[in-house]
Each structure stands twice: as C-alpha cells, then as structure tokens.
Nanobody, 122 residues
Framework: QVQLVESGGGLVQAGGSLRLSCAASGRTFSTSTVGWFRQAPGKERDFVAGISRAGIRTDYANAVKGRFTISRDNAENTVYLQMNSLKPEDTAVYYC???????????????WGQGTQVTVSS
C-alpha cells in the first residue's frame, strides 16, 4: 500500500500558476502509476493527468492539455502537477492516486491522498 500526501494548493488569480506535489511513502511507489484527479463542488471526480511508473507515458484530460504537466521523481518519491494558465473552472479539490498498472480509470486506483484545494479567482 502506498500512502500519498498532496500539497501546493491555494488561491491564485486566473492566468496564474501553481505546482502541486504528491509525496508518497511505501516501497511500491516507483512501480506505481500515479494519477491526478479533481472534484469540484457538486460534480463528479474527474481524471486530470496520469504518469506511468518510469515517467515515460503521460496522459491528460482535454480540458488541461497544453496547460498542465505531470512529472515524477522516483528518487524523491514525489509526483508533481505543474498548472499554468489557470482558469476559474480549474477550481476544485485535487487528489493524487496510485495504481498497480497503467490506467486512467479512477476505480482502478487503490491508494488516494486527502486532497488539496485549488481556487482560481476571475
């Protein structure tokens, strides 16, 4: 089991940037796919970005392509989400999650962090 802790959320103006971090503990982190998801009030939890265990493969939701970048540092047991050109519709609680195989399906992720709030003002 991998334990995950997100950080880096906050309040930012539209057009600004934030970098989220997902710090992991547990021996299996370097062999885990990691995904970022977000949930806005009253909405479903949506996939944002995913990265394979070696960082070779990445995927993004259409809504964030070209603005967000996912990366990982397995030596530091950390995955990052760089968010640029933020929009008010990016406001949500952001969660990182780990899975044992490459997937973009939230239901296949077995370990989740507690989430970090991102608020983008217009």
């Amino acid at each position: 089991q991998v334990q995950l802790v997100e950080s880096g959320g906050g309040l930012v103006q539209a057009g600004g940037s934030l970098r989220l971090s997902c710090a992991a503990s547990g021996r299996t982190f370097s062999t885990s796919t990691v995904g970022w998801f977000r949930q806005a009030p009253g909405k479903e939890r949506d996939f944002v970005a995913g990265i394979s265990r070696a960082g070779i493969r990445t995927d993004y939701a259409n809504a964030v392509k070209g603005r967000f970048t996912i990366s990982r540092d397995n030596a530091e047991n950390t995955v990052y989400l760089q968010m640029n050109s933020l929009k008010p519709e990016d406001t949500a609680v952001y969660y990182c999650a780990a899975a044992t195989h490459y997937t973009l399906d939230a239901g296949a992720f077995g370990s989740w962090g507690q989430g970090t709030q991102v608020t983008v003002s217009s």
